[in-house]
């Protein structure tokens, strides 16, 4: 079983959706991330957090350390959000990073 | 300021080939790494480096061998290219001057490498 889970794997929906991607991990966090990575391939950190909430623009990260879960929103989806969404976890017992697979996400016009 | 440059962009080996992938930062960051990215996988670590003149192992070093003479480069080498090294290859660097989040601050990615090896 892998440490860090996304789902769903792949998301498809319309433009202007409220979109929701979800991240669990089974092991003690100092923090999680999230982060974008473009068609192009160009990856871009999103969001470091390790407790409550936090946004910027649409983007909404959450997180629930007593379940080890966190959720990723976009709210009044764009086409230009279109990209793979990846969590990674940062192990407190030995600071490393922890990968999940990534969510691909597409958004229709 | 150009972050983090990866060169080159694509790559075609053929088995038993080498090659060396550079990356280049003008953040002053003291933490890099080299990652690999396969279908289907999260990323995985390959080398990664505390400050100028240390490296150490990640998660799959096997194969490939770094450098990190200045402190804004960090070499990844392939002595003798195997198909099983086809991948995109990122480079990734960040800071460790939040004293409170020494860990925790953000990485700043390359643009990737997308090595084929035949």
């Known amino acids: 079983k892998n440490e860090v889970e996304q789902s769903p794997q792949n998301l498809t929906a319309q433009e202007g959706e409220f979109i929701t991607i979800n991240c669990s991990y089974s092991v003690g966090i100092s923090a999680l991330h999230w982060l974008q990575q473009h068609p192009g391939g160009g990856i871009v950190s999103l969001f470091m957090l390790s407790s409550g909430k936090k946004k910027h623009g649409r983007l909404i990260a959450t997180i629930n350390i007593q379940e080890k879960h966190s959720s990723l929103h976009i709210t009044a989806s764009h086409p230009r959000d279109s990209a793979v969404y990846i969590c990674a976890v940062r192990e407190d017992s030995n600071y490393q990073l922890i990968w999940g697979a990534g969510t691909k996400l597409i958004i229709k016009p | 300021n150009a972050g983090v440059t990866q060169t080159p962009k694509f790559r075609v080996l053929k088995t038993g080939q080498s090659m060396t992938l550079l990356c280049a930062q003008d953040m002053n960051h003291e933490y890099m790494y080299w990652y690999r990215q396969d279908p289907g996988m999260g990323l995985r670590l390959i080398h990664y480096s505390v400050g100028e003149g240390t490296t150490a192992k990640g998660e799959v070093p096997d194969g490939y061998n770094v450098s990190r003479l200045k402190k804004q480069n960090f070499l990844l080498g392939l002595e003798s290219a195997a198909p099983s090294q086809t991948s995109v290859y990122f480079c990734?660097?960040?800071?460790?001057?939040?004293?409170?989040?020494?860990?925790?601050?953000?990485?700043?990615f390359g643009n990737g490498t997308r090595l084929t090896v035949t």
């Open positions: 990734a660097s960040r800071t460790d001057s939040y004293q409170s989040l020494k860990y925790n601050s953000p990485l700043h």
